[in-house]
């Protein structure tokens, strides 16, 4: 039974294979087609990145720093009893030069004067907001 399906099998391939060689071809032929456009692209692709390279151009990191493109990026600075140097912190933050930047620090219950140094070095002030209260928690002083 398995010398008849070789056979067979044998058969059809001799009867096809010149349609077998054509496909062998011409996927060789577009194999090597395909890598011929991506080799005459390496020049090309050289040439630009010299040119428009902003390795040496600081000038051009500069203009994609400060365009539209840039995304805006949240700094969230966890502060749990850091009298002692959240004040620089945040300040080394706001000095960034990133175009829309937004600096949240959490003070988690701190049991020194962490908040007291940062409303006395940034004039902070008691807001108010509307919040949906999802958890039960203890009051928040």
């Known amino acids: 039974?398995?010398?008849?399906?070789?056979?067979?099998a044998t058969e059809f391939f001799n009867q096809h294979r010149l349609f077998f060689d054509t496909m062998v071809w011409l996927v060789?032929?577009?194999t090597l087609a395909q890598n011929l456009i991506y080799l005459l692209q390496l020049p090309a692709a050289w040439w630009a990145l010299r040119r428009y390279s902003s390795v040496?151009?600081?000038e051009s990191a500069w203009q994609t720093l400060l365009s539209e493109t840039t995304?805006?990026?949240?700094?969230?600075?966890p502060a749990h009893n850091e009298e002692a140097v959240i004040v620089e912190?945040?300040?080394?933050?706001l000095a960034l030069q990133y175009p829309e930047i937004e600096i949240i620090v959490v003070n988690d219950g701190?049991?020194?004067?962490t908040l007291a140094a940062l409303c006395a070095a940034y004039d902070l002030a008691v807001i108010s907001r509307a919040y949906d209260e999802a958890l039960q928690h203890e009051p928040i002083n």
């Open 71 to 77: 995304i805006p990026v949240t700094v969230i600075v």
């Open 56 to 58: 040496n151009d600081m």
């Open 28 to 30: 060789i032929c577009v």
């Open 110 to 113: 701190s049991s020194d004067a």
């Open 89 to 93: 912190s945040v300040r080394c933050l």
């Open 1 to 8: 039974m398995m010398e008849n399906a070789s056979i067979v």
